[in-house]
C-alpha cells in the first residue's frame, strides 16, 4: 500500500512497513548532549534527548562517543551522518565525522565531535547522529 499526496507531480510515499525496513529508511538516530556528566549516556538518565534504535551513547573521552544501536544492522555498510555543535556563540565551527580509528560495525558506530577552525575534539552540547542503510 502506498500514500499519495495531492499536486501534478503524483509523489508517491511508501507504506510505513516499506519505510521501516526498506534502503529508503533511517535505521537510527539519536540527538544527545555530549557534556553529560553520566556515562552510558541514555534517555532515562537525560543524555540523550530523542533517538530511535539507539539504546545508549559510550562517552570515550573529549569529543569521542560510540552510539550503541537497540538492534544490530543488517551489515555494516550503512551510511552514517553527525552534526555537532555548542550552544555558546563564542565557540568554533563545529563538525561532526565518524570516528577514522575504528571500523564500521552492526552494533555500533563511534564518532567524535571537532571544531573546524582548530581540529581538534570537544565536548559538544549537541550532537546529532543519523544512520542510513
Given amino acids: 500500500m502506498s500514500t499519495t499526496i495531492s499536486g501534478t507531480s503524483g509523489v508517491?510515499?511508501?507504506?510505513?512497513?516499506?519505510?521501516?525496513?526498506?534502503?529508503?529508511?533511517?535505521?537510527?538516530?539519536?540527538?544527545?548532549?555530549?557534556?553529560?556528566?553520566?556515562?552510558p549516556f541514555t534517555i532515562a538518565n537525560g543524555g540523550i534527548r530523542a533517538a530511535y534504535n539507539v539504546s545508549s551513547v559510550t562517552d570515550n573521552g573529549t569529543g569521542d562517543y560510540t552510539v550503541n544501536f537497540t538492534t544490530a544492522m543488517s551489515?555494516?555498510?550503512?551510511?552514517?551522518?553527525?552534526?555537532?555543535?555548542?550552544?555558546?556563540?563564542?565557540?568554533?565551527?563545529?563538525?561532526?565525522?565518524?570516528?577514522t580509528g575504528t571500523p564500521y560495525n552492526t552494533s555500533s558506530i563511534r564518532v567524535t565531535a571537532v571544531r573546524a577552525t582548530v581540529?581538534?575534539?570537544?565536548?559538544?552540547?549537541?550532537?546529532?547522529?543519523?544512520?542510513?542503510r
Avoid: E
Wanted: hydrophobic share 40%; proline share 1%.
Fill in 12 to 39: 508517491t510515499f511508501p507504506d510505513s512497513t516499506s519505510m521501516q525496513t526498506g534502503q529508503q529508511a533511517c535505521k537510527a538516530w539519536v540527538n544527545f548532549d555530549g557534556t553529560f556528566a553520566t556515562s
Fill in 75 to 99: 551489515d555494516a555498510n550503512y551510511s552514517v551522518q553527525v552534526i555537532a555543535a555548542r550552544s555558546d556563540a563564542s565557540s568554533n565551527i563545529m563538525g561532526g565525522i565518524h570516528n
Fill in 119 to 132: 581540529a581538534d575534539l570537544f565536548d559538544a552540547s549537541y550532537l546529532n547522529v543519523a544512520v542510513f
